[in-house]
Nanobody, 117 residues
Framework: QVQLVESGGGLVQPGGSLRLSCAAS???????????MSWYRQAPGKECELVAT????????KYADSVQGRFTISRDNAKNTVYLQMNSLKFEDTAVYYC???????WGQGTQVTVSS
């Protein structure tokens, strides 16, 4: 059973930074590096938004326009972990952030990010 566990969320002031981590485990027939990994977020009263995706092998990345230039997704396949470095945080970045493997095959439980002064 694949499990994804996010960490690193918290309270931060506008303009600050956070780094989220998502540790994956439980792979059997395929390994972590087979999967593209994504970060999503959901703010209260809003739809779930795809924030960033990183490809399986080549590490190709894609970002939502709202975070382009401020967020960086990366992965360490040796540690089965994907990261989301978030800089220049804004009030509107407040949300629960989830990591996902593949095309929504697996999801973590989420970590809360609150940007507030």
């Amino acid at each position: 059973q694949v499990q994804l566990v996010e960490s690193g969320g918290g309270l931060v002031q506008p303009g600050g930074s956070l780094r989220l981590s998502c540790a994956a485990s439980g792979f059997t027939f395929v390994t972590f590096d087979y999967y593209a990994m994504s970060w999503y977020r959901q703010a209260p009263g809003k739809e779930c938004e795809l924030v960033a995706t990183i490809g399986s092998a080549a590490g190709i990345t894609k970002y939502a326009d709202s975070v382009q230039g401020r967020f960086t997704i990366s992965r360490d396949n040796a540690k089965n972990t994907v990261y989301l470095q978030m800089n220049s945080l804004k009030f509107e970045d407040t949300a629960v952030y989830y990591c996902s493997a593949g095309n929504g095959n697996y999801w973590g439980q989420g970590t809360q990010v609150t940007v507030s002064s």
